[in-house]
């Protein structure tokens, strides 16, 4: 049984969480790569680095600053706590390193659909080690 202040009707959809991902993969992959090739020009053994603290941080900073990535913005939905409040940033980290964790293969990524379609509360795995919930705005 679920222990949230929120309705199921109020938790992202599966859908909604896929859609989000999408338009934040784009363009988080985009602004990497520009941040890459402007590092690289400067200092080639450095581009990897920036390109991969660029895609990381995209989702982390979003998350811990605004409660919700560009993508999740553009669909509607934003990270909480599981008491419904903001998420501190350790749980922005806690959740986001499961997901780069839970992407490294479509397996997995189908895996984190199972865990978001079977949970009461629509919580993959990240969102479960960081006691937090997606929910619509």
Do not use: C
């Amino acid at each position: 049984m679920s222990n949230t202040p929120y309705a199921r009707s109020q938790l992202a959809s599966v859908t909604a969480r896929g859609g989000a991902w999408l338009v934040d993969m784009v363009a988080s992959l985009a602004a990497a790569a520009v941040v890459s090739l402007a590092v690289g020009a400067v200092s080639g053994g450095l581009a990897d680095l920036a390109f991969l603290l660029v895609a990381v941080g995209w989702y982390v900073v979003s998350e811990a600053v605004w409660g919700h990535t560009p993508g999740k913005w553009v669909v509607g939905i934003e990270v909480v706590d599981t008491d419904g409040e903001e998420i501190s940033a350790s749980a922005a980290v806690v959740r986001n390193v499961t997901k780069i964790l839970g992407g490294a293969s479509l397996l997995l990524i189908l895996a984190g659909v199972v865990f978001i379609a079977d949970d009461l509360d629509n919580q993959r795995l990240g969102d479960r080690f960081a006691d937090t919930l997606v929910v619509r705005v």
